[in-house]
């Protein structure tokens, strides 16, 4: 497995094609920053924000324009409790395992990934690219 770290995220690559980015684990750090986790390549995007008191944005809305979405992408924070991470690669053998923590980010691109929940009342949200046509055309079990 390759992986690495930067600013709070460790990156998982294929073992077999260690250019294919398939995981993301973020563990928060109080910088008073925002950090984009997801490339800018991926069609999940997903970022840490610090804000401060009062802190607010221009109000906005986004723009509908033809997007590719090939492959469904999912998100994971977790909110309370703790879980186990199990990320797999393109051919289905299992690549690591990982704690999450509460305030902790997962993100899966592409290969496998499963979660177990290690305490009672775990609290999680899940965020996917959709639309969702249901289990036969967005999921492969392994």
């Avoid at 073992?15 to 800018?40: C, G, V, Y």
């Avoid at 324009?65 to 309370?80: G, N």
Wanted: one cysteine or more; aromatic letters at 14%; charged letters at 25%.
């Amino acid at each position: 497995m390759t992986s690495k770290f930067s600013d709070g995220i460790e990156y998982f690559y294929s073992k077999n094609d260690p250019s294919i980015l398939l995981h993301q684990l973020f563990t928060p750090k109080d910088n008073n920053k925002r950090t984009n986790i997801s490339p800018e390549n991926q069609s999940l995007q997903v970022a840490y924000l610090s804000l401060n008191n009062q802190q607010t944005f221009k109000p906005h809305k986004h723009v509908f324009f033809e997007r590719q979405m090939p492959i469904a992408q999912e998100s994971w924070v977790l909110i309370t409790g703790k879980v186990k991470i199990f990320y797999y690669d393109l051919d289905d053998k299992l690549l690591t395992t990982r704690d999450m923590q509460s305030g902790d980010c997962t993100i899966t691109y592409r290969g496998g990934h499963n979660y177990q929940a290690l305490e009672e009342g775990t609290l999680v949200y899940e965020f996917k690219t959709g639309p969702y046509l249901g289990v036969e055309k967005d999921k492969a079990f392994i």
